[in-house]
């Protein structure tokens, strides 16, 4: 077992990573890489903490043993790590409360966030009206008209939604925009990224406060079958609830990882987010890792029926695990992920993400070329009410 | 060409005692046509040199202004290949320092290396990239220096002392104060503590100081340029060349460079 301590002191994970950004945001970037590096060693910071992840979100979540699914794929025993039962109902909230204690601890108060469907935006306005920080989120402007409720449920929790009309109006201009918000309110504001994407020390700290998902599941299917999983699977966007199953299973070399990237129509069309697939290397958002642009370097617009995996970047952890070959990443098309969240929703009553469809639609390839003495974990990383309205309208269109 | 160039021009505007003046423009925006056009014009109206915006899609260090003008600009087919290409088929008819600026993602597509050799052959002076920190320059600082490209690099209010010193004493050609808290474009004004800001990089710096975004008048170049050495100016030009109004591009540098109205 070789021992993994990734990402080096530059912010590297192999040749991926960095800190690109402008001079302006150094000095936050570093402050903010201190701060946090202190606060995970402060048993004052870590308990407190742990105390929000227990009474506020309700941790720990359930290792669900997914029987009636295991049985109709008749491969291996599968699990379902029930990050959707998480208050807010997705992972993204772990991430949050974290970075807004260490917003308190920086003595900052004022956050400012970018969001896509609006899932993290919820995530960062909740833990800003619990706290009592003040929010701003930036949206795509196409994001808010097709996520009304959550543009609601953002302002309703005393968050300002700013709209963005620059570019496609999606998460990519939308992240854009908050980085030159930060650059202008640097002093009084932490910027609080949703993914493991970005300039370190975003990716590390993202990863570290995301890991609760992979440590619990460790010692819970330890617990209910006696051994490590076989394989663990999870969605990947800009690649945050699987970098923090991942984490704690990547130096069992026997448990295999996978991760499951957004096809959207077909890699071989132009409207999908496989960022690993298809993408090359680019630096992009201040982190070097494999990215969607065309050959002059202009970043494309990313493309999935998931508005949490449609991002044409991908986390630098993510493209070292894929080049090392630790993790295995592999594309789902929209139509596989649809029919995995029908599928979920009528065998085992869960209604998942469409995120999380990807993760599930994966895993019942997975499942075809294992055995029942075999494990595999699912991270159901959100619930799939979000989506309802979206894949009704979608469904009756066929 | 190169380093040397770049820095000799600047000695020469300062001994005929100019306050220096490098407007930026997007390259591609209005067609490379047009940009010949520009170069000519900008030089005639007494710029010390020009800054040539490489148009990215995501250019989180500019405003508004540039941003539009970058998104006009890839909309014409323009790329960090065809404005080399242009550039190396000019470079005779060409007298002022070329300084392009670009975002690192189309020079680390293009290749780091090759893209400092082609920047030498096509007469290209000196280098701009805002998302390179001290952290990351590694790599394309060698390249340029193989080449004798100036790597022009960006201070901010924000660089605590040390970093300012170390900044500075990098620097090439000029040295690029970012003189206000955010992104490119128009200010009504510079904060207070500019001016402390200021006169502190010109003790650490060997090179001359250029103050930069935020800035669109005579009135506001004079008074930067009375605590460095002149300004650059992005937003208001870029603005100015798109609305076709070359006389007040003309008199924006012309009455920047003097020295005897506020001396």
């Given at each position: 077992m ?7 002191n ?15 945001l ?17 048993p004052s910071f870590?308990?407190e ?18 029987e009636?699914?295991?049985?109709q794929l ?6 379902l790590?029930?990050?959707?039962l ?5 992972h993204?909230i ?12 920086m003595?900052?108060?004022k956050?400012?966030?970018e969001?896509?469907?609006g899932?993290h935006g919820v995530a960062?306005a909740?833990?800003?009206?619990l ?10 402007a196409?994001?808010?008209k097709?996520?009304?409720l959550n ?19 999606t998460?990519?201009d939308a992240?854009?925009e ?5 650059a202008?309110h640097?002093?009084?504001t ?19 406060l995301q890991?609760?998902i992979?440590k619990?599941?460790k ?17 990947v ?9 991942f984490h ?11 991760g499951a990237e957004?096809a959207g129509?077909?890699?071989?069309t ?12 680019g630096?992009f958002?201040?982190t ?6 065309d050959?002059n ?11 949490g995996?449609?991002y ?10 894929h080049?090392?070959?630790?993790a ?8 596989e ?5 029908q599928f979920?929703s009528?065998t ?8 999380s ?6 895993a019942m390839?997975?499942?075809?070329e294992m055995t ?11 619930r ?6 979206q ?8 | 060409?190169?380093?040397q ?6 000695q ?9 003046f490098v407007?930026y ?9 047009l940009?010949?056009?520009?170069i ?9 040199a ?7 899609s995501?250019?989180i260090?500019d405003g508004p ?6 998104i006009r ?7 960090l ?33 090759q893209?400092a050799?082609d920047c030498?052959d ?15 320059e ?6 340029l220096k ?15 002392e040390e ?14 104060a970012v003189?206000v808290?955010?992104t490119?474009g128009?200010r009504?004004?510079?904060?207070d503590?500019?001016?402390s800001y ?19 008048t005579?009135?506001?170049?004079h ?14 030009i ?26």
């Amino acid at each position: 077992m070789t021992t993994y301590t990734m990402p080096d002191n530059k912010g590297r994970y192999g040749e991926f990573g960095g800190q690109f950004v402008p001079e302006l945001l150094m000095p936050a970037l570093i402050e903010l890489e201190k701060a946090y590096e202190e606060a995970m060693v402060d048993p004052s910071f870590t308990e407190e903490l742990d105390y929000y992840l227990k009474q506020y979100i309700g941790r720990e979540t359930p290792l669900y043993y997914a029987e009636q699914l295991s049985k109709q794929l008749g491969g291996p025993k599968i699990f379902l790590k029930r990050e959707d039962l998480n208050h807010t109902g997705a992972h993204k909230i772990n991430n949050t409360i974290g970075q807004a204690l260490l917003t308190i601890r920086m003595g900052k108060k004022k956050v400012v966030a970018e969001t896509g469907a609006g899932q993290h935006g919820v995530a960062t306005a909740t833990v800003c009206a619990l706290l009592g920080l003040d929010c701003i989120v930036f949206m795509g402007a196409e994001d808010m008209k097709r996520q009304k409720l959550n543009v609601f449920r953002m302002e309703l929790l005393g968050a300002e939604v700013r709209s963005v009309s620059q570019g496609s109006s999606t998460l990519k201009d939308a992240t854009n925009e908050a980085l030159r918000y930060w650059a202008s309110h640097v002093n009084d504001t932490h910027y609080i990224l949703g993914s493991a994407v970005g300039p370190h020390p975003f990716p590390k700290m993202v990863r570290d406060l995301q890991s609760v998902i992979g440590k619990e599941t460790k010692l819970q299917i330890i617990e209910q079958t006696g051994k490590l999983p076989d394989a663990v699977v999870a969605c990947v966007g800009g690649g945050s609830n699987s970098i923090g199953m991942f984490h704690p299973f990547i130096e069992d070399e026997e448990v295999k990882l996978y991760g499951a990237e957004a096809a959207g129509l077909g890699v071989e069309t132009k409207d999908h987010a496989a960022s690993l697939t298809k993408g090359k290397l680019g630096i992009f958002h201040g982190t070097l890792s494999h990215l969607l642009q065309d050959e002059n370097g202009q970043v494309k617009e990313a493309f999935s029926i998931s508005a949490g995996l449609d991002y044409p970047g991908i986390g630098p952890e993510h493209s070292h695990l894929h080049v090392t070959k630790r993790a295995t990443y592999k594309p789902i098309t929209d139509e596989e992920a649809l029919e995995a969240f029908q599928f979920l929703s009528k065998t085992e009553g869960i209604i998942p993400a469409l995120e999380s469809s990807h993760a599930v639609a994966l895993a019942m390839k997975l499942a075809k070329e294992m055995t029942s003495k075999e494990t595999l974990v699912i991270c159901l990383s959100g619930r799939g009410d979000k989506d309802v309205e979206q894949v009704k309208a979608r469904l009756e269109a066929e | 060409m190169g380093r040397q160039k770049l820095e000799q021009a600047l000695q020469q505007k300062q001994a005929a005692n100019q306050n220096l003046f490098v407007p930026y423009i997007m390259a591609g925006d209005g067609g490379l046509d047009l940009l010949e056009e520009r170069i000519n014009f900008l030089q005639e109206s007494g710029a010390s040199a020009i800054e040539l915006g490489i148009p990215f899609s995501d250019p989180i260090a500019d405003g508004p202004t540039i941003q539009e003008a970058g998104i006009r600009a890839l909309a014409n087919g323009t790329s960090l290949a065809s404005i080399l290409e242009f550039l190396k088929s000019t470079k005779v008819d060409r007298s002022i320092p070329i300084i392009l600026m670009t975002y690192v993602n189309p020079i680390y597509r293009y290749g780091m290396e090759q893209f400092a050799k082609d920047c030498a052959d096509s007469g290209v002076d000196g280098i701009i990239i805002p998302d390179v920190p001290m952290e990351e320059e590694g790599p394309i600082a060698t390249h340029l220096k193989n080449e004798k490209i100036a790597f022009i690099r960006l201070a901010a209010m924000t660089s605590p002392e040390e970093r300012l010193k170390e900044i500075a004493s990098k620097s090439e050609g000029f040295l690029y104060a970012v003189a206000v808290m955010g992104t490119t474009g128009a200010r009504s004004s510079h904060g207070d503590n500019v001016k402390s800001y200021l006169e502190n990089l010109k003790k650490y710096s060997t090179v001359p100081v250029l103050a930069g975004f935020g800035v669109s008048t005579v009135e506001q170049a004079h008074e930067l340029s009375s605590h460095c050495d002149g300004v650059i100016v992005g937003s208001k030009i870029v603005d100015l060349l798109h609305q076709g109004k070359n006389n007040e591009v003309k008199n924006l540098i012309q009455g920047s460079i003097q020295t005897s109205i506020h001396a």
